[in-house]
């Protein structure tokens, strides 16, 4: 059997490295962070910002409302705060067809 690497999950991320995964500036993550009472991300003593894994699948999911799907950020702000769960399972499956998508685009390529 193949060794097949396995995909290392930090407990925190910097705001360094959210705002290379979302490809934004800082700001926009302050700014998300002021709107959107579901972020709340940890602080050091210093007063870094500390984001968890539940962090980061609620800005994804304000990303896909606001960017990909067109709302404002009072409708996203509603539409959160009536379909919580049904927001974080369309994108779970969402996820899930990125990570199939990147698969199959590995598997073309070395063809």
Do not use: H
């Not at 910097?14 to 962070?33: C, H, K, L, P, W």
């Not at 999911?61 to 799907?69: A, P, Q």
């Not at 919580?84 to 499956?93: D, F, H, M, P």
């Amino acid at each position: 059997m193949p060794y097949k690497e396995r995909e290392i999950n930090k407990l925190y991320y910097t705001m360094g490295e959210v705002t290379a995964m979302f490809d934004v500036n800082a700001s926009q993550i302050r700014f998300y962070e002021r709107e959107f009472d579901i972020l709340k991300p940890k602080k050091n003593k210093k007063g870094n910002r500390l984001f968890t894994q539940e962090d980061i699948a609620n800005l994804r999911i304000i990303f896909n409302l606001v960017k990909d799907k067109g709302y404002t950020l009072q409708g996203a702000r509603d539409y959160l705060r009536s379909n919580k769960n049904e927001a974080k399972e369309n994108q779970r499956v969402i996820d899930s067809l990125e990570r199939l998508k990147s698969f199959l685009i590995e598997v073309r390529d070395n063809l």
